[in-house]
């Protein structure tokens, strides 16, 4: 195998790759509510092929939401800081529709959720 040829990845990588990934989407929060887009549930799947390329599919809490034209592109900063990786594509995606069980027990608990 030459050096240009893609290694698959092993689980132990892609757990490492996946837990930097969740450390920068809790850098992203929705302006209007104090919670991480990840503890939010908005999250809906992480990608990451043997290139090093991620693909993201997320959601927001109601499709009128005020910065849908902006959170993906946040989201997309965000993961772009790990030096590993190569390109970063998030899409917004609406099926299924979020709702509040999606969310993290930290995140209810920070909005009293209980």
């Not at 050096?3 to 969740?22: C, M, R, W």
């Not at 910065?67 to 190569?86: C, F, T």
Request: aromatic share 6%; glycine share 4%.
């Amino acid at each position: 195998m030459s050096d240009a040829e893609t290694h698959p990845l092993s689980q132990d990588e892609l757990n490492v790759l996946t837990d930097k990934i969740i450390t920068e989407l809790k850098t992203v929060f929705d302006p209007e509510i104090p919670v991480d887009v990840f503890e939010l549930g908005l999250i809906y799947k992480i990608d990451v092929d043997n290139d090093m390329n991620v693909a993201i599919d997320m959601t927001l809490t109601a499709p009128g939401c005020p910065v849908a034209g902006e959170m993906p592109g946040w989201v997309k900063e965000a993961v772009q800081r790990i030096p590993e990786l190569k390109e970063v594509k998030v899409t917004m995606v609406f099926d299924p529709p979020w709702d509040p069980s999606r969310m993290s027990e930290e995140a209810k608990l920070e909005l009293n959720m209980f």
